[in-house]
């Protein structure tokens, strides 16, 4: 009976292998080597939150333990991970389009027009973010399992290895949930080219010389053949060159 009661140690895994490709500390872990920043803020927030469980582990903080690594650190790795990776879109893809804008010569309130608005960064952070579909119910399922390790006695070791499990799961899934991020970004940074395309194409409208000149032309033409005595000036015009010319 007293065994029974003796609670197992809460022993953390490393999160390195379960990790996999976020680990690799070069652009090789997908064709958008600019958000290697982002990964590595990721995996080395994780990979410090692993050390400082095992800390609280080695001095029986149990429930301290598996908050340290818990849900919400994975939850708010990757919410602020998606956020950087949007931000760090919207800011190239902003560039380029202004780069094209500029090389055609478009206006300044017309370049305005191409950024991004407040709604459509939460779009396109809302459409990344939903790579990590996948990853969320493993992470309910970490926060379940945590909790019976809290309480393992000698008797249920089963639920210690559950907890452990549900962390490497949730690396997996992470990795996985990183590689279908890069796949969304891509996607979305193909959309910013093609706009920038239709940009480079853009040209500076024609209908305002038009329309000056279907204004100007004639009445230039009236006023020379005034001046040529083919066309009796209006009394107007008189009143009109005394003003200006005091004759």
């Known amino acids: 009976m007293t065994n029974s009661k003796i609670l197992l140690p809460l022993r ?9 490709k976020l680990l690799a500390l070069s652009g090789g872990t997908g064709t958008v080597p600019w958000l290697d920043p982002v990964r590595h803020k990721l995996v080395t927030r ?7 469980a095992r800390r609280l ?5 149990r429930s301290a333990t598996v908050a340290a690594i818990g849900r919400e650190i994975w939850k708010q790795a990757w919410d602020e991970a998606v956020g950087s990776a949007a931000e760090l879109l919207v800011d190239r893809v902003e560039s380029h389009l202004d780069a094209e804008a ?32 996948e990853l969320i119910p493993v992470l309910d399922e ?46 979305e940074v193909s959309k910013g080219i093609a706009k920038a395309d239709s940009v480079a194409t853009w ?45």
């Open 142 to 187: 970490l926060a379940a399992s945590a909790e019976r390790a809290v309480t393992a006695s000698g008797l249920e070791p089963e639920a210690v290895r559950a907890w452990q499990d549900s962390l490497g799961m949730a690396g997996r899934r992470l990795e996985a949930a990183w590689m279908t991020l890069q796949r969304a970004v891509e996607e």
């Open 203 to 247: 040209r500076k409208p024609v209908w305002p010389v038009f329309a000056v000149g279907v204004i100007v032309v004639p009445a230039g033409a009236w006023f020379g053949l005034v001046l040529g005595g083919y066309v009796a000036a209006p009394p107007w015009l008189s009143h009109v060159w005394q003003m200006v010319f005091g004759a």
């Open 46 to 52: 994780l990979i410090a939150c692993g050390g400082e």
């Open 12 to 20: 953390v895994p490393e999160l390195g292998p379960s990790l996999g």
């Open 57 to 61: 582990a080695a001095s029986g903080e």
């Open 102 to 133: 500029i090389a055609v010569r478009m206006g300044r309130r017309q370049r305005g027009r191409l950024r991004f608005t407040s709604r459509e960064k939460r779009a396109l952070t809302a459409r990344l973010g939903a790579a990590g579909a």
